[in-house]
Every structure is written in structure tokens, then in C-alpha cells.
């Protein structure tokens, strides 16, 4: 193609873009004024109100950012292909279509589009040319062909999507739409009944293909997922404050996101536990102690019903009263259920003998009346008394015999001792706020300073009470540090829906993290899930991923080495005398290159740090404040797990390897977040596996 003949396409494709944004620009006004006016012609207030909401979901997924490129690339098909012989279509993050409902930009999930990412010279699906466009800041600047049908095919030696993949970033997390590779679309487009497990190293884009799996499955089965609802689970508030932008910037504006801390809030935190007594809250043997201790609740009937009403009296006797008992036992419904259709089987005894003394049916008034007779509910709470999750955990805590009976055979005496080995506190007010070492029994649950640990075991009592509302998909994040009660709050939650579960085996950080995704799909419900490796990245260049894989003998992990399609980047591993100068320096010297820059230390120094770059005039950020104008972030290594940074400086490897058990793993953590250069200070002596 001449110099001529680009410039003519060049400009063709900008008179494009421009058509759409306007046609955009024109959907968005007939949402707002449908939306302004929907109470005018909807014909009652219900209508009214859902059309209200729908038009204000509409505007804001029909939102346009100047920056952002409304289509990436462009298919143009054969002669050959049946359905689409001699078309041409721009595929972008959403549908755009001109005043006459003809499309301008495909959406990237629609069928067709599928296309931009699955054909290649060996398989062209039809297509004759695809076309990757490059932009700069909204503007779109190149474009370069492959003709498929000739075999020409550029792969990963396409110089617009090497850009893409390796353009600096500063602030929250990126869509990938323009760069999604063939494996990661398969996973993207996976059936919705499908529950998957994507064991993902890192900079493999692992993060990314839940996310947009959320998007594909929200744009194929819209309605059903909407009632639904999609969830998002990630490990932190930062990492979730990190992907916050990717859903909306494809359109996608309702899905829920949350950390399991948020999923099981039942009670407000304010202890923490040793991490022996955290490690045996969150074991399964757990799950079954609690269901005996709802089981040991449910009692026998040991005299008849009597119940007077007005001249009337009835009387059930105890063959009948214990098959309502037996009967709902048998039924396995959850506690609370069970107890109303106890309640509902007592009172229908009631009303036969109703009907058979006055010839005609009670009234409504009269069932509600018998529901709550003193007879009646005293044989409630002898048989199946009410129970709340909190009280219950309490119980167990407060008294020895109790848990005794419920852990007999799963806990030993020590673990027992474990539980229950603090002293209960006076009622009173709970403090100022301030966490404590440990669960502090007050004499009622409301008194007791609860720690993270419990709340998971409340839940999971809640669980055993009533079922939770379910979301129709859930992506799982980090997954591998999710301990396996855990695992069960979001398997609630997930019980009728498919999963699509995220992690990485080497970088499981908690005391109860997987050594192997099957125990974790099994306390999901999900057993017969997928498990799909991820191992070439393309974030992480070659260097930085070959000096985390020297701790990988060391995780005691069977995971594939992660590999990199990166040759750029840059690797600078350093022994300093002042280490506090040493990362001023460093930071200083990363900011005369574009992106973000991420310093990681122990979380005991973070303050130090923060503190001499502010004397040094280097205005500094926290994980929290993704949005934040600084480039500088300086994050503890705890909260670093799922984050990326243009430049990365790690602060002395041997202090975070020190301060916690799986240190190891937690450093190979912080060695991965780089994705264009790493800086490595240390004063100690590297970890044994790095040297």
C-alpha cells in the first residue's frame, strides 16, 4: 500500500470515528430524554419506576470517554464466508449503530467479533484482512492489516499490540479487549453453566479474563444475570479499588464487588486471632461442628398439645407431634425453615380439627391466632427452638460441654482448649475501637469483640439457618488464599450459579492457603470444575519473571514456571548502606521514565518510607488511591497481591520474607508486580533461593 493510499485509509478510518462518537453521542441523548420523561408515558407508577431505573442503567452504559478508543480493530471478510461475504466491521467495548440502526462498532462479545480473536492464517473463519488500529490519548494515530486469506499473520510481532500490551499505566487497571489472546478468549467466551479455574502465573492476564468473562456472560444472558446479579470477590479494598474501572469503561455498570470480609459482615470486627486459633477457625472439621450444634437444638415431643380456643378446646397427642418432627427433620430444610413448617404442620393438626368440629374453614385471622397460642410456641422451643448465628457461635465458646458434644471426634482436647481458653469479660461497652488479641466473650453475643475468623463461622451458621440470596456468576480472585470456610461463604452464594475461580498456587500467602485447586473447587461446590493453566505471560518482561522463579523449588508448589514473550525491560538487583536514601534515590531516578512506580517493603517500614520521600519533595499515593495524581505508590507487601506497576522498587527482600511464615511466597508476590522494570535494595543478605 503507497504512503497515498495509507493516508486516504488513515483519514476514511478517523471520519469513522468520528460518525460513531456522534451516533454515540446521539443514543446517550434518546436514552437521557426517555429517561427524563418516562413517567409520562409509562402507564402506572410501577411501570414508571422500572422504566426510570432501566433508561438511568442505559445512560450510564452508553457513557463515552474521550480517551478511551470506541473500536480497536476492523474484520473484513472474503468472498467466501456465507454470512458475511465482502462486510467490513469495526469491533469495539460496545454496540454503536448510526440513526437507521445500522452498526458503526461491533461490540468485542457479539458472535462475529469473536472472529478478531480466533482467526489466524491457519484458520482465517472468512476473514480476509483484520485490522489493529493505534491511538494515542483518544486519538487514533496508525493501523496495520494482516491478510489472513494470504497467510499473513503478525501474532505477537504486531507492533500496535506490543504497544497496548506494554503502554505504561498509571491508576486503576485497563480493560485488555483490544489485546485479548486466543486461550484467554476461550476461557472469556466459556459457557455460563461452565464453572472454571484458571491457575494463572503471573502477568498472564488472569485477572483480566474474569473480568471480561463477566462482561461476556453479562452480555449474552443480560436478563438472567441481571435478576442474578454477577459478583466479584477479590482479596482487598485496594485491589478491588484497583479493577473498579475495567467493568464500567466495557459498558457494564451493575455488578457487585466485595471481599469475603464484606460477604459475611454479620457482626462488627474488633479482635484478632492468634494464627494457631484463625487456623483451626477456618477448617472445614468446623463446618460440621457447627451443623451438629444446630442438630443438637432439635428435641422430641414429650406431652401433647392442648389449646383452648374460646369454648373449643384441641388436642394433638404425641404419635402425631413426633411425625411433624420427624418429617421435617427428614426434609433437611435449613433451621429456620423447618422451624416455621413445624409451626405450619402443628397449626394445620389444629385446623382438621377445626373443620371437622365447625363444618367450615377458619379464617386467616383465626391460623395466625393458633400459630402464636403459649401451647404452641412452648412446643416450638422445645423441639425446635429459635437459634440466631452469633448466639450459637457464643454458645460454643462460652460452654466447655457443649462444644465438647458438637467436636466429639473431630476436634482434639487441645483444639477444644483453643476455642474456648479466654476468660468471658464483664457486659459493658466494647472499647474504643481498638482490635484486641483474640475473641473477648462478653456474657451476650452483642458483648463479645468478634474477630475475622468468627464472622466466617457465624456465617456459616447463617448458612445453617436460612439460605442466603445467590448470584447467578462469581468471579473469585486471588483464590488461593481463601481458606476453606471461606470457600464455603462464597459456595453459598454461588450454590445454583457457575464460578470462575483465579489464582496462583505460588503466591498463596495465609496460613490455610490451596496447595491444590481440587480441595478448593470441592469446598466451592464446584468439584468437577476446569482447572486451566495460564503460564505465558505478557505483562512481566523475561528478566523479572526468571528472578521469581528461582523461589519456585522453594514453595513446595506444582505449578508450571511462569514464562514471558517480554525481551524489553530491565532487572537491577543492588546491595545499599542506607536503605531509606537508597529508595529516594531510586524513585527519583524511575520518574524520569513514563508510568507508575510501586514501592514494596515490609509493612513495618512503609511509614519510614513515605515519610523520607515526602522530605524529599516526592508527593506519594497509598494502594487505596488508585485514583490519586501522584505516580508514586508505596505499599506494604501485604496489600500488593493482584497489583501492577510500571517501575518497581522492593525494599530488603529479608525483612518481608521475615515477617510472616510463608514469607517466601509472599516475596515472589512482590517480585511479579513489575511490568517494565524492577529495582531489588537490599542491605541483608538476599533470601537463600535468590542468591
Known amino acids: 500500500m503507497s504512503l497515498t493510499e495509507l493516508d486516504t485509509d488513515l483519514r476514511a478510518e478517523r471520519a469513522h470515528l468520528d460518525a460513531s ?58 468472498d467466501l464466508d456465507p454470512d458475511h461475504a465482502g462486510r467490513e466491521y469495526h469491533v469495539g467495548r460496545r454496540h454503536v449503530t448510526d440513526d437507521l440502526g445500522e452498526p458503526l462498532v461491533l461490540d468485542w462479545r457479539a458472535p462475529v467479533s469473536r472472529s478478531f480473536y480466533r482467526a489466524s492464517a491457519r484458520d482465517p473463519q472468512g476473514v480476509a484482512v483484520r485490522r489493529r488500529f493505534g491511538f494515542n490519548a483518544g486519538v487514533l494515530t496508525s493501523f496495520e492489516d494482516e491478510h489472513l486469506d494470504r497467510g499473513e499473520e503478525l501474532g505477537t510481532a504486531s507492533r500496535i ?45 488472569k485477572t483480566a479474563v474474569g473480568l471480561h468473562r463477566a ?33 464500567p469503561a466495557l459498558g457494564e455498570v451493575e455488578v457487585a464487588q466485595a471481599t469475603v470480609e464484606d460477604l459475611v459482615e454479620r457482626v462488627p470486627v474488633r479482635a484478632v486471632d492468634d494464627p494457631a486459633v484463625a487456623t483451626l477457625k477456618h477448617d472445614v472439621r468446623m463446618a460440621e461442628l457447627l451443623r451438629r450444634a444446630v442438630e443438637a437444638h432439635i428435641g422430641s415431643p414429650t406431652e401433647p398439645i ?17 411425625r411433624v418432627v420427624a418429617e421435617t427433620r427428614a426434609e433437611g430444610l435449613p433451621y429456620a425453615t423447618g422451624r416455621e413448617r413445624i409451626r405450619a404442620r402443628v397449626v394445620g393438626l389444629l385446623q382438621r380439627q377445626a373443620e371437622a368440629r365447625r363444618a367450615e374453614s377458619p379464617s386467616d385471622a383465626w391460623l395466625r391466632r393458633m400459630g402464636k397460642a403459649k401451647p404452641v410456641t412452648e412446643f416450638l422451643d422445645t423441639v425446635w427452638p429459635a437459634l440466631t448465628p452469633d448466639g450459637l457461635l457464643h454458645r460454643l465458646l462460652t460452654d466447655p460441654d457443649a462444644l465438647a458434644t458438637a467436636a466429639d471426634g473431630l476436634l ?51 448458612g445453617l439457618l436460612e439460605r442466603p440470596a445467590g448470584f447467578g456468576h462469581v468471579v473469585v480472585d486471588e483464590a488461593q488464599d481463601l481458606s476453606p470456610m471461606q470457600c464455603r461463604a462464597i459456595a453459598r452464594r454461588s450454590e445454583h450459579g457457575s464460578i470462575t475461580l483465579l489464582g496462583d498456587l505460588a503466591q498463596g500467602t ?8 481440587r480441595e478448593s473447587l470441592a469446598h466451592l461446590g464446584k468439584p468437577d470444575a476446569a482447572v486451566v493453566p495460564l503460564s505465558i505471560g505478557f505483562r512481566v518482561p523475561a528478566a523479572v519473571v526468571a528472578f521469581a522463579n528461582r523461589l519456585l523449588p522453594a514453595l513446595a508448589v506444582d505449578v508450571p514456571p511462569a514464562e514471558s514473550l517480554r525481551r524489553d525491560g530491565t532487572l537491577d538487583v543492588r546491595t545499599v548502606e542506607d536503605l531509606v536514601a537508597a529508595t529516594v534515590t531510586e524513585v527519583r531516578a524511575a520518574l524520569a521514565h513514563d508510568g507508575s512506580v510501586g514501592v514494596i517493603a515490609a509493612d513495618d517500614t512503609v511509614d519510614r518510607i513515605r515519610g523520607a520521600l515526602a522530605d524529599a519533595g516526592v508527593p506519594t499515593a497509598t494502594a487505596d488511591d488508585v485514583e490519586a495524581a501522584e505516580r508514586v505508590t508505596v505499599v506494604p507487601a501485604t496489600l500488593v497481591k493482584g497489583l501492577e506497576y510500571d517501575h518497581v522498587v522492593v525494599v530488603e527482600p529479608a525483612a518481608i520474607v521475615a515477617a510472616e511464615p510463608r514469607g517466601l511466597h509472599r516475596l515472589y508476590v512482590v517480585l511479579t508486580r513489575a511490568v517494565s522494570r524492577l529495582a531489588v535494595l537490599h542491605h541483608a543478605p538476599l533470601p537463600t533461593p535468590l542468591g
Request: with cysteine.
Open 21 to 78: 462518537r456522534a451516533a454515540l453521542r446521539r443514543m446517550r441523548e434518546r436514552a437521557e430524554a426517555l429517561f427524563a420523561t418516562g413517567d409520562k408515558v409509562a402507564g402506572d407508577a410501577y411501570t414508571a419506576e422500572q422504566l426510570g431505573r432501566h433508561m438511568a442503567r442505559r445512560v450510564k452504559e452508553l457513557a463515552d470517554d474521550p480517551t478511551t478508543p470506541l473500536f480497536f480493530g476492523r474484520l473484513d471478510f472474503g
Open 161 to 205: 499490540l506490543t504497544a497496548e500490551i506494554e503502554r505504561p499505566r498509571v491508576g486503576p487497571m485497563r480493560d485488555i479487549v483490544a489485546t485479548i489472546q486466543p486461550e484467554q478468549d476461550e476461557l472469556v467466551r466459556a459457557d455460563l453453566a461452565d464453572s472454571i479455574c484458571v491457575q494463572g502465573a503471573p502477568g498472564t492476564g
Open 215 to 247: 462482561a461476556y456472560l453479562l452480555y449474552l444472558h443480560r436478563e438472567r444475570l441481571r435478576r442474578s446479579g454477577v459478583l466479584i470477590v477479590g482479596p482487598n479494598r485496594a485491589f478491588l479499588s484497583y479493577i473498579a474501572a475495567v467493568l
Open 306 to 322: 392442648m389449646v383452648s380456643d374460646g369454648s373449643f378446646r384441641w388436642r394433638i397427642g404425641l404419635d402425631p407431634l413426633h
Open 412 to 462: 482434639t482436647a487441645d483444639e477444644q482448649g483453643l476455642l474456648h481458653g479466654r476468660a468471658p469479660e464483664a457486659d459493658g461497652p466494647a472499647g474504643n475501637g481498638s482490635r484486641s488479641v483474640g475473641t473477648k466473650l462478653g456474657r451476650t453475643p452483642k458483648a463479645t469483640r468478634w474477630t475475622a475468623a468468627d464472622a466466617v463461622l457465624i456465617d456459616e451458621a447463617a
Open 510 to 517: 495465609a496460613p490455610w492457603a490451596a496447595r491444590d485447586w
